[in-house]
Structure formats: structure tokens, C-alpha cells
């Protein structure tokens, strides 16, 4: 367990800060109080006169009497005087204890009265993401520092939500815009090369920009994908994630591979557009980066609270310092060919991201990988009303 101060909650150090304080000032005021005390309760000592109301006759006229009787009275003096000045202690000391306790109940309660606005700023702050921004910490009921720190969040969150509107809005329209010229280019292509008139040169390179146009179709496909999947996912369903390794088997060609299935039913709650393109992406990522007499292995499996599909394929070796660079936006890594345009396991990770799911992407020693995805079976409902404190 660590007790060092620097791992204390704020809570603890200003409570603690308190009660340090209040305690420092207790023990000055007994010291000053025995001080005075110990000044004020002076009287006869060994060697002093006795007071003559405090002697009788006979010591007056008996010198050797006189003397014991001055002894007795100061000792008895020293005796009251150290008693008084032990039960001042004593008592003092007790009480300083008990306001001692009480103080530091009243630092932590107050302490916590302070802290609690600000809790909701850390609370927010650590909920909200980037496809969460639009909600707000709203907080009221002051003008102090809190107050101007929670202001100044939900101004940063309100201008990052309309940046990250815009850049969506910008991708989908520039995609949306750049598909009509590719399909009009895609049909005048088609049309000359069917034309019975048209040469072999034409009809192949004809061919080869059909590919390269085919190409690009996709990549604007990926790039829709990824601003939608920035957006709230508005239709939550619940699907089971077998039906969808079926389906994007039925629809990847995977020739001269072995695959093999394992799927259980997995039911979850999600988008079923975006979890749809996260699974044909993955197998088409196993198939393009595979090797020839290759195999896939897939499966899903549902647990309590999750269901988990796991993808592994054979391949070329991945060095494990080259996986950061294959999730990076238009990343194919070193030596990967094919028609892929670096993508999609940017849009897996988004996807992923988007439903509060986790995924791993691990090079096999072997050759190829192991991918796994675990999704939650519900997804968190995110309330965006505003909160207030005292």
C-alpha cells in the first residue's frame, strides 16, 4: 500500500492540510497557555520566607520551626502547582484530540462539498469522446474558478464537435461528389470496349483503367465508411455476428484457400451497416494477404457480458515493428500488394472504436496473423442533458 502523499486524492490532501493547520494552531495555544499558567502560579520556594498569615506564634519565636514549616509550605506549593499544571495538560491535550478529530471530519465533508462540482467536470471529461462530443457538462449554481473551468470545457467540446462535423460532412460530400464522374467514366468505358469496332489495344487498356476506376470506386466506398461510422450511431440492432461471417464469406471470393468455420451464436446489439463492413473487411484483408494453398480460420463466440469473433490466416511473415504502420489510414506496410488501398483495418478500428469494443491485431510467428474482436453485447446509453451541482 503507498502513503506517500503524492497518491492521495485531492480530498485527503486538503483534508489532511486542514487538520495539520488546525492541529499546529491547538498545540500553540496550549503552549501559550501553559506558559502563562506556569508564570502566573508562582509562590514560596525552598529559601523564601513563609508569609506571616500563613505562620504561627511559635514559628516566629522558634527559628528551626520557622525554617521546616517554610519547607513544607513550598513543597506543598510545588506539589499543587505541578498537579495544576499536569491537569492542564492533560485536559487540554484530550480536548485538542477531540477538536482534532472533529476538524478533520469537517475538512473532509467540506472538502468534499468543494471537490464535487469539479468531480462533474472529471467525470464528463473522462466520458466524452470523439464521437460523443455533443455532450456538455452544463454545469450551474456558481461563479467561481469551477465554474470558469466547466465553461471553458464545453466551449473546447463545442468547437471540437464542430470540427469534427465538418471534417465528416467534407469526406462524405467529396465522396459523394467523386462517384458520379467515376460511374459516368465506368460506362463510357464499358460502352467502348463493347463496341464490336474496337481494337485490342483499346479494349485493354479499356480494361485496366476499369480496374484502376473499380479501384477507386472503393477507396470513396472506405472513405464514406469511415465518416459514417464518426457519426452517432443512430439504428441499433441486435444481430447475430455468425449471419455476417456467412455472409462475407458468401461474397469474398477465397479460392485455393482452406477455411474454416467455427461459429456460435453471438448475438449483440449494433450497427449492422458498420459491422457488416468490419467483417467483410477482415476476411478480405486474411484473403488478400495470404498465401497460395493457404487457410483462414474463423470463429465466433459469445461470453456474458461480450461476443468475440477471431480471425486467423496463414501468410507472409509481419514483422511485429511494422503492425503500428499497418493501422495507419492508407498504410498497406512493407512488400503488400494486391488491389487494397490501406483502409481497411482503419475502418475496423474505427468501427470497433464506435460500438466500445476492443480488437487485437498479432503477427503469427509463422506467417500471417490473428485477428479477435470483442464487441459488447449492449452498448452504454450516453445521456447529453445537462447536469448541475450545488
Known sequence: ???????????????????????????????????????????????????????????????????????????????????TLTSLLVQSGIALLLTMALATLIGWLLAGRTLRRLRLVTETAKRVTDTSL?????????????????????????????????????????????????????????????????????KRIGGQLLRINERHELMLEDLLTLAQSDQPLAQMEEHDLSDFVTYALSVTPHENLEVVTELEPAAVVCAPGLIDRLVVNLIANAVRHNCADGWIRISTRADLDKVTLTISNSGTAIPPHDVPDLLLPFSRGRDRTGPGHGLGLSIVATIVQRHNGQWHFVPRGDGGADVSVELPKKQPRISVASRSAD
Open 1 to 83: 500500500m503507498n502513503l506517500h502523499p503524492r497518491t492521495w486524492t485531492l480530498r485527503a490532501r486538503l483534508t489532511t492540510t486542514f487538520a495539520a493547520l488546525f492541529t499546529l494552531a491547538g498545540v500553540i495555544v496550549l503552549g501559550v497557555s501553559y506558559a502563562v499558567v506556569s508564570a502566573t502560579l508562582t509562590g514560596p520556594g525552598p529559601g523564601q520566607r513563609v508569609p506571616r498569615s500563613q505562620s504561627t506564634n511559635q514559628d516566629r519565636t522558634d527559628p528551626e520551626a520557622f525554617a521546616e514549616a517554610t519547607r513544607l509550605v513550598a513543597e506543598e506549593w510545588d506539589s499543587q502547582r505541578s498537579a
Open 134 to 202: 455533443h455532450e456538455r457538462i452544463g454545469l450551474e449554481g456558481g461563479s467561481d474558478e469551477v465554474q470558469e473551468l466547466a465553461d471553458s470545457v464545453d466551449a473546447m467540446l463545442a468547437r471540437l464537435d464542430r470540427s469534427f462535423d465538418s471534417q465528416a460532412r467534407f469526406v462524405a460530400n467529396a465522396s459523394h461528389e467523386l462517384r458520379t464522374p467515376l460511374a459516368v467514366e465506368r460506362t463510357l468505358l464499358e460502352v467502348e470496349i463493347a463496341e464490336p469496332d474496337a481494337s485490342e489495344d483499346l
